[in-house]
């Protein structure tokens, strides 16, 4: 009879040193995503390059920029081989060195593609109408003798 009461003993115990961290980690962590439940929603970024404003979503913001570093990239590389092609033919070089555009948030976590590109044409009327009454467009005058 004590041979008997041992094992079962025995066996509880080594069930509980078993399956203790299983139910222990359960408790410990958050439960798993129902089958039904919701994903995370995507969010917009407004960005303004160079004179372009754009919507992009935040996840395509680090592969926008890469697109633009790999453009500017190429343009430099064209740019040089170009001059050092007029160099060296002695002819005049008058392109002008690429500008890097920067990439300037001006809006972000929008959850509504339609409502981001609203904002967007509002921040590109906006910009129109800043460059169109910057001095530097505006024409000189001059005088004549």
Same mark, same amino acid.
């Given at each position: 009879?004590? +041979?008997?009461?041992? *094992? ?5 115990? !080594?069930?509980? #040193? *078993? $399956?203790?961290?299983?139910? $222990? ?20 970024? %407004? #960005? ?7 919507? #992009?979503?935040?996840?395509? !913001?680090?592969? *926008?920029?890469?697109? %633009? ?9 064209? +740019? ?25 948030? !001006?809006?972000?976590? %929008?959850?509504?593609?339609?409502? $981001? ?6 921040? =590109? &009327?906006? !910009?129109?109408?800043?460059?169109? &009454? ?8 001059? =005088?004549?003798?």
């Amino acid at each position: 009879m004590k +041979y008997r009461m041992v *094992l079962i003993l025995a066996a509880v115990v !080594l069930m509980g #040193v *078993l $399956a203790g961290p299983t139910f $222990a980690a359960g408790a410990r962590h958050a439960p798993h995503k129902a089958v039904g439940a919701a994903t995370k929603v995507e969010t917009f970024v %407004i #960005v303004q390059v160079g004179d372009e404003v754009k919507v #992009v979503p935040k996840s395509g !913001l680090i592969e *926008l920029q890469r697109t %633009i570093n790999d453009t500017f990239k190429q343009d430099t590389k064209t +740019y040089q081989e170009a001059k050092k092609e007029a160099t060296k033919n002695k002819e005049k070089f008058d392109q002008p060195k690429p500008v890097k555009p920067v990439v300037k948030k !001006l809006k972000e976590g %929008i959850k509504n593609e339609q409502e $981001a590109n609203q904002e967007a044409a509002k921040f =590109q &009327d906006k !910009l129109a109408s800043q460059k169109k &009454d910057h001095p530097s467009t505006k024409p000189v005058k001059t =005088q004549q003798p």
